[in-house]
């Protein structure tokens, strides 16, 4: 079974900032459009972000746009999410998504907790 490898979570500070990375043991990423999305026990999986397989902008979700960055570094067979400014409703599992016509991979999720 193919899988996304989430990394980069942790605890930080309101006001802090974080680095997610989504690789893939067998996958090359760079034919897929890459998204991260973010689960807060109880509730629904929302979009925060995504980059297309072609490149263009990336689209971002209200709450978090002018605050992450999603790119990718082909070369590195990654795609990250610069997480700037935190806030505690940013805290949550985030997951990584990649998918393409006929393909649609999850990984297992990485732990962002934003407190004091």
């Known amino acids: 079974q193919v899988q996304l490898v989430e990394s980069g979570g942790g605890l930080v500070q309101p006001g802090g900032s974080l680095r997610l990375s989504c690789t893939a043991p067998?996958?090359?990423?760079?034919?897929?459009?890459v998204s991260w999305y973010r689960q807060v026990q109880g509730k629904e999986r929302e979009l925060v972000a995504e980059?297309?397989?072609?490149?263009?902008?990336?689209q971002y979700a209200d709450p978090v746009k002018g605050r992450f960055t999603i790119s990718r570094d082909n070369a590195k067979n990654t795609v990250y999410l610069q997480m700037n400014n935190l806030k505690p409703e940013d805290t949550a599992v985030y997951y990584c998504n990649a998918k393409s016509y006929t393909q649609n991979h999850w990984g297992q999720g990485t732990q962002v907790t934003v407190s004091s």
């Open positions: 980059t297309l397989s072609s490149g263009g902008a990336a």
């Open positions: 067998k996958l090359f990423l760079g034919y897929f459009a």
